[in-house]
Antibody, heavy 122, light 108 residues
């Protein structure tokens, strides 16, 4: 059973960089069959895909977040990470990591972490 | 970007009855559509992918249908544990993958 677990600070100051890590167990980020993704959900609102990374390091992200997003992978630790720069209160959300298939017909999120709330406030 | 629109925003149904939730895409997503269930304080759970295939461990009372721009999630006989928020997600045209705004299924 694949499990994902987010970790990182729950409070970030405006204009600073949000940093989160997702640790994968029961599976390997080295798998060529999956992308490893970040999704967020502002309190009381819907889901927004942030981006994904492949084990070889290639990434894709939501154009709405422009160039603020950096996603990296550490295959030795079976982890992947998110950095979101220049945060504002609008970035306050529960952040989820999730697994995504690499073939178009499999690009649904089948395993999710439990989520971590990140609040942007001074 | 493909916009996913779910209706209704809130659906009130009695236990044991059938619930029908709708999802519309702003352009065709063929059958590349998934449904998720989210309970308070929990991560979303995959229910349906490929518009109509149940994910592992999902009860048979959940069924999905549709293709192109119109999709339906049906729960045939509502159990107490089914009251939650349901999201659809398209994965035909990306980036970005996009979700509907959700339908809250509440007890009548």
């Amino acid at each position: 059973q694949v499990q994902l677990q987010e970790s990182g600070p729950g409070l970030v100051k405006p204009s600073e960089t949000l940093s989160l890590t997702c640790t994968v167990s029961g599976g390997s980020v080295n798998s060529g069959s999956y992308y490893w993704s970040w999704i967020r959900q502002p309190p009381g609102k819907g889901l927004e895909w942030i981006g994904y990374i492949y084990y070889r390091g290639s990434t894709n992200h939501n154009p709405s977040l422009k160039s603020r997003v950096t996603i990296s992978v550490d295959t030795s630790q079976n982890q992947f990470s998110l950095k979101l720069s220049s945060v504002t209160a609008a970035d306050t959300a529960v952040y989820y990591c999730a697994r995504l298939g690499t073939n178009t017909w499999q690009m649904y999120f089948d395993y999710w972490g439990q989520g971590t709330l990140v609040t942007v406030s001074s | 970007e493909i916009v996913m629109t779910q209706s209704p925003a809130t659906l009130s149904v009695s236990p044991g009855e059938r619930a029908t939730l709708s999802c519309r895409a702003s352009q065709s997503v063929t059958s590349n559509l998934a449904w998720y269930q989210q309970k308070p304080g929990q991560a979303p759970r995959l229910l349906i992918y490929g518009a109509s295939t149940r994910a592992t461990g999902i009860p048979a009372r959940f069924s999905g249908s549709g293709s192109g721009t119109e999709f339906t999630l049906t729960i045939s006989s509502l159990q107490s544990e089914d009251f939650a928020v349901y999201y659809c997600q398209q994965y035909n045209n990306w980036p970005p993958y996009t979700f509907g705004q959700g339908t809250k299924l509440e007890i009548k």
